[in-house]
């Protein structure tokens, strides 16, 4: 598992598994309260990563498709 003081970028799934790993750690009650703030303040750390991974993502779909707000849906289209 990745320390509290380990701010490397990571990706989207990496984030997310980490993120997951900590919230069970941290609902099974076992560790000290030290313990537990440092796994929260990772927690809240990955959470913003993820929020901006999404960001990110949802941003670039909006570019490509050049949606607005208000754009009907389309419906999807394979290339095969």
Do not use: N, Y
């Not at 990496?14 to 796994?39: F, I």
């Amino acid at each position: 598992m990745t320390h509290a003081a380990d701010t490397r970028p990571q990706g989207f799934e990496e984030a997310l598994t980490e993120l997951e790993s900590l919230v069970d750690t941290l609902e099974r009650g076992e560790l000290t309260l030290e313990q537990s703030l440092s796994h929260f303040e990772r927690g809240i750390a990955l959470t913003r990563t993820c929020r901006q991974a999404l960001d990110t993502a949802e941003q670039k779909v909006r570019i490509l498709t050049g949606e607005s707000p208000d754009a009907p849906p389309e419906p999807f289209r394979s290339h095969d």
